[in-house]
């Protein structure tokens, strides 16, 4: 009998401490390793997103999204699709952001840039955040 209590004892102390982990994962400021996999082959279909990206948000946002000392990664859960939807980044990119999550500062507006395009950088910013087990 007692051998069962303790094997729930420990079962519920790794629960516990499993949860406490992935909450701990969400909060912390990501960090600039967190990069889909170097095997990981860009699909043919995100290439135009990749280019529109690394033209327009690299700078900033740093090599695949995994961020710089001008702005965040995208490979945080920050920016899961459920905390930072697709609307998000629509706005973002047209009107600017006023710094709110980090001590960047202001993003500007990005010049030029227009809603289709956004499609493209936007499929292929989920891409990375798939390939990077974001999501
Ligand atoms: C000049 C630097 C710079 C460029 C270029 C830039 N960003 Fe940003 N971006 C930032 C900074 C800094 C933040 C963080 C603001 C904060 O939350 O503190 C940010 C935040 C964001 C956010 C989060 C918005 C929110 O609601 O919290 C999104 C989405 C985003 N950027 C998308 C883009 C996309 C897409 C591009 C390219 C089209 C881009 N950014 C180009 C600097 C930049």
């Known amino acids: 009998m007692q051998w069962m209590l303790k094997i729930l004892a420990i079962t519920l102390v790794i629960f516990t ?18 990069v889909p996999p170097a095997d990981a082959t860009l699909p043919t279909e995100f290439q135009k997103g990749e280019t529109s990206f690394n033209s327009n948000c690299m700078v900033c946002h740093g090599i695949k999204g995994a961020g ?3 702005g965040p990664t ?3 859960r920050i920016y899961h699709p459920n905390h930072h939807g697709d609307q998000a980044f629509y706005r973002a990119a047209m009107q600017g952001v006023r710094a709110h999550h980090w001590e960047f ?8 840039m227009t809603r ?4 493209d950088i936007i499929s ?12």
Not at 105 to 112: F, K, S, T, Y
Not at 124 to 135: F, K, S, T, V
Request: glycine fraction near 8%.
């Open 17 to 34: 401490t499993g949860c406490e982990s992935k909450h701990n994962d969400a909060d912390a400021k990501p960090i600039a390793t967190q």
């Open 74 to 76: 995208f490979l945080s």
């Open 105 to 112: 500062g202001d993003m500007p507006p990005v010049e030029g």
């Open 116 to 119: 289709e395009i956004m499609v």
């Open 124 to 135: 292929y910013i989920r891409w990375l955040q798939r390939e990077a087990g974001i999501y």
């Open 68 to 70: 710089t000392d001008k």
